[in-house]
């Protein structure tokens, strides 16, 4: 294993906490609240986050204790390097890639989506259909540029797109805000009625997207050779932007839960948005322009979460690289800008291809990366569990109590979120599309593992 140390360390605490929470907030919880609260209905809906959030928060402090002993760029892949060796660490780093590219291919296409809503003749004309999916010639242009621009961002060093990312953030907050205050002001309880949804599928399927819209506060471990800040203070801060998100996603469903009926969230087009519009429309008699700021906010939550991801992935790439796992280029750093350039420009690229294919393709290649990162997970605490008991002994600048308690619930809990993935579960990945995306990412990885296993053996003869 060989490391570096040719990062620029210029990121501070308001950054951290912008990058990690600007990446789990996303665009859904203006796309998509209104389908869960259909599904589970408000308190369901908040239960599911309660839960599923329960479960990334445990599996949030193994990360803290871990990142705060070993910050390095790369996260995971050193963590489970240390603890179980190259080819498991290989499994797990390769399907955490997997995962922070699909994300960079959705919101080029989730971005033209968002501003639609605003701007309608953004779509100018469809240049061909993708399994049931239009491809318009306005949203390739949109999705395309803004791929560019972010790819660019961060190719200019960390400390431009951490910027960018706090003010962005920033917005979004203050767009929640405005949501929030609504509903306190003029929300309705009886609104929100039933509270749970008619059977347990819709709880079960709003709690198995939890893992990938809290995928996000990993992006802190990439990019931990970059922070500076004494490593258990890296530690805590990602415990709080957990907690952070899981927070705001609650608020939300409880805020659009009280402002618009069981009829209207069914059939809003953007729930989120809608009620703000409404709650504000209540109380001051005209809120289209609380529906705008929310919609604007979404905006933000897409750049933020591609930014980020467009961090965690090129630092993933720069790990594998740097142990021989992928070609040696992926771990250059740009001599003015510290970045690893290689992998910004491959995903970037990557990105701007993505809004070609349409949403249907991208839609599976989301849902299977929400797998991807939750095996991640699972091999994340188990090095946890191991490297407490094979190394107790090591320095642990953020130590968590009771590790067994939190080390073996988050393993439980990974699993059980594992396991709503496979066919037995209501909730399942669609078969051949979606469990087709991770045979094939997989078999990639297995050449990549057989090539350096081989070069390794060919390296150590005599």
Partial sequence: MTTSTQFAKVLKRREVISLSFGAMIGWSWVLMTGVWIS????????????????AIALIGLTYSELVAAMPQAGGEHHYTLRALGPNWSFVCTWALLFSYINVCLFEAVALPTAVEYLFPEIRIGTLWHVLGSDVDTGFVILGSSAAIAVCWLNYIGIRNAAMVQTIVTAVIVVSGILLFSGAALGGQAD????????????????????????????????????????????????????????????????????????????????????????????????????????????????????????????????????????????????????????????????????????????????????????????????????????????????????????????????????????????SALIWPEEWMTIVCWSLLGALLLFRYQRRDKLDSQP
């Fill in 39 to 54: 599904e589970a209905g408000t308190l369901g809906t908040a239960l599911a986050f309660a839960i599923g959030g329960l």
């Fill in 191 to 426: 609104n929100a009625e039933p509270w749970f949804g008619p059977s347990s599928t819709g709880f079960l399927s709003v709690m198995i997207m939890v893992p990938a819209l809290l995928i996000g506060f990993d992006v802190i471990p990439q990019s931990a050779e970059e922070i500076n800040l004494p490593p258990q203070q890296i530690g805590r801060l990602l415990v709080i932007s957990v907690f952070c998100a899981v927070g705001w996603y609650i608020l939300i469903t409880l805020s659009v839960g009280t402002g618009l009926t069981q009829e209207a969230t069914a059939s809003s087009s953007m729930a989120t948005a809608e009620a703000a519009g409404a709650l504000w429309s209540g109380l001051i008699g005209n809120g289209n322009w609380a529906t705008t700021v929310l919609v604007v906010g979404g905006i933000g939550g897409i750049l933020t979460s591609w930014n980020a991801f467009v961090v965690g992935g090129s630092r993933v790439l720069f790990a594998l690289a740097n142990d021989g796992y992928v070609p040696k280029i992926f771990a250059s750093l740009h001599p003015k800008y510290q970045t690893p350039y290689v992998g910004i420009l491959t995903i970037g690229v990557l990105s701007a291809i993505a809004p070609l294919f349409g949403k249907t393709i991208l839609v599976w290649l989301i849902n299977s990366g929400s797998f991807a990162v939750t095996v991640a997970f699972l091999f994340v605490t188990i090095s946890f569990l191991v490297l407490r008991k094979t190394e107790p002994e090591m320095p642990r600048p953020f130590r968590v109590s009771h590790p067994n308690l939190v080390g073996y619930g988050a393993l439980i809990l990974a699993l059980g979120l594992l396991a709503a993935f496979f066919p037995w579960s209501d």
